[in-house]
């Protein structure tokens, strides 16, 4: 069973910096591009950075310069580095395989607020 478990969320002043993880569980970690996607209220989820399986990044015109996504193939997880959050970076952030996803995790909330 395929299994996505995202932390690392919470509330941080703009300008201010996250780290969250994605633990995947389920399919083969190693052989697939891992993406990470967010959500903000009525909004649609959109994927915001994606890295492929031999770890080269692409990123959303939104995020470049401020995100990185890195993965540790040893530990089946895949990392995203926010800096200088923004308020319009407030949302519920999951992670999924690029190709052929699977059934969302709960995602980690991610709020940017003075």
């Known amino acids: 069973q395929v299994q996505l478990v995202e932390s690392g969320g919470g509330l941080v002043q703009p300008g201010g910096s996250l780290r969250l993880s994605c633990a995947a569980s389920?399919?083969?970690?190693?052989?697939?591009?891992m993406g990470w996607y967010r959500q903000a209220p009525g909004k649609q989820r959109e994927l915001v950075a994606a890295?492929?399986?031999?770890?080269?990044?692409n990123y959303a015109d939104s995020v470049k310069g401020r995100f990185t996504i890195s993965r540790d193939n040893a530990k089946n997880t895949v990392y995203l580095q926010m800096n200088s959050l923004k308020p319009e970076d407030t949302a519920v952030y999951y992670c999924?395989?690029?190709?052929?996803?699977?059934?969302w995790g709960q995602g980690t909330q991610v709020t940017v607020s003075s």
């Open positions: 890295i492929t399986r031999g770890g080269n990044p």
């Open positions: 999924n395989y690029v190709q052929y996803p699977a059934t």
């Open positions: 389920g399919r083969a970690f190693t052989l697939n591009a």
